[in-house]
């Protein structure tokens, strides 16, 4: 604990009072002493103003207080703690690897640098981190918020003074939005296919069946990939689909035009119970296949996968859009897409709105009519293009 006063000047009328005494009359500069960190101190707090003399020594004290109960914890035991608490909220697979990463790559610059408790990941230190990743922007960014949220919780249980990544400035991420795919780039594709099942060895044209077809129920769809290659029998009733998201667990609801059900019937199944994936192995690894395999299906059709790397996307993307242009409400299509809320609807696709768009070209020549400068000179142009010469 440390004790607060004031120390009078020689020249101070106070000067031969004890220090406690005429506090609050005297304008000399408030000291503290006592024991920090084990060591005795006696230092000046540079202020004259009480009220920020006691914010400075309870600062002080409460520092001691973190570092003397969070010098003991170490990045492992911190990170241990942390997954642990990620798995016990029934976080997906995906979002749990993605933190193991980041604690992977946290604990090798740790050791490189000689680093061993949780304490020394000052902003200094975690600056130099950061700037030792390879990531474009936007992964960046991703990373930057799962490493506030680890010292978040360190936080919470006091074993840091504050949150230093919480002071590290998101980088600049350029949107990169997919784009819909046209009537005619999605009979590309699917010739694509066709052609792939005509030219690939026997054992291999059942799976550019199979591709084709999981190309069309993502289309008339919207799944995403990990949920469409995941797609088991008891999820299709009828027409109807029914299923909880992978990546939000959000219950979604979709029925499939007759040709798109009809081409799913067609299609042998990978086992009794799944479509297209066997449901052994990690279904990360079953994804990253398909993915391969629609590159290489845009590359022969001739189609760019566009600014972003997320090929399937494209699919979802076309089924939004299809759906806003034919009129759906995006409070409907929201749901449709299985988005937590409808701003993450709004965010991607609300420039695609038939009624926005409708309302904004109301508003403009609702506008334009009422212009005195335009009704004014509407035959201004006609008259300039006959003369040969501008006004």
Not at 25 to 34: E, L, M, N
Not at 254 to 272: F, Q
Not at 337 to 347: C, D, N, P, V
Request: some cysteine; proline content about 4%; aromatic content about 8%.
């Amino acid at each position: 604990m440390l004790t607060l006063y004031r120390r009078h000047k020689r020249t101070c009328p106070n000067f031969a009072l004890a220090r406690r005494e005429k506090q609050r009359a005297c304008k000399c500069k408030f000291w503290v002493d006592g024991i920090l960190a084990g060591d005795e101190v006696r230092l000046s707090l540079d202020t004259r103003d009480e009220k920020k003399a006691l914010q400075l020594k309870y600062d002080m004290e409460r520092k001691d207080e973190v570092i003397e109960h969070g010098a003991p914890v170490t990045p492992a035991e911190a990170w241990k703690a942390k997954i642990a608490e990620l798995e016990a909220s029934k976080l997906s697979h995906q979002t749990v690897r993605k933190y193991k990463l980041l604690e992977r790559q946290m604990t090798a610059y740790g050791k490189s640098q000689g680093l061993t408790a949780l304490v020394e990941f000052n902003l200094d230190t975690l600056s130099r981190f950061r700037q030792s990743w390879k990531d474009s922007p936007r992964t960046a960014s991703k990373k930057l918020e799962r490493l506030r949220a680890f010292f978040r919780f360190c936080l919470d249980r006091q074993w840091v003074e504050s949150n230093p990544a919480a002071k590290i400035k998101l980088p600049k991420v350029t949107p990169c939005p997919t784009m819909p795919l046209s009537h005619e780039e999605m009979v590309k594709i699917l010739a694509a296919c066709d052609g792939l099942q005509v030219s690939s060895q026997p054992s291999a044209r059942l799976g550019a069946h199979r591709l084709k077809t999981l190309i069309l129920v993502m289309r008339y769809t919207g799944l995403r990939i990990s949920d469409a290659v995941s797609l088991t029998v008891d999820r299709l009733d009828g027409k109807k689909i029914f299923l909880y998201t992978a990546k939000t667990g959000v219950p979604v609801f979709s029925i499939l035009p007759d040709y798109v059900l009809h081409a799913l019937e067609a299609t042998p199944r990978v086992t009794d119970t799944r479509f297209f994936w066997s449901g052994n192995g990690k279904r990360e690894t079953a994804i990253c296949d398909y993915q391969e395999k629609l590159k290489n299906v845009f590359a022969a059709a001739g189609i760019s996968k566009g600014l972003g790397n997320a090929v399937s996307h494209r699919l979802r993307d076309t089924f939004a859009v299809e759906g806003l242009l034919a009129g759906w409400p995006i409070e409907r299509l929201s749901i449709l897409l299985g988005h937590q809320s409808i701003r993450i609807t709004e965010k991607h696709y609300a420039p695609w709105t038939r009624s926005r768009q409708e309302q904004i070209e109301s508003d403009l020549n609702a506008a334009w009519k009422k212009d005195t400068f335009l009704s004014e000179n509407s035959g201004t142009n006609q008259v300039h293009s006959e003369n040969g010469r501008p006004n």
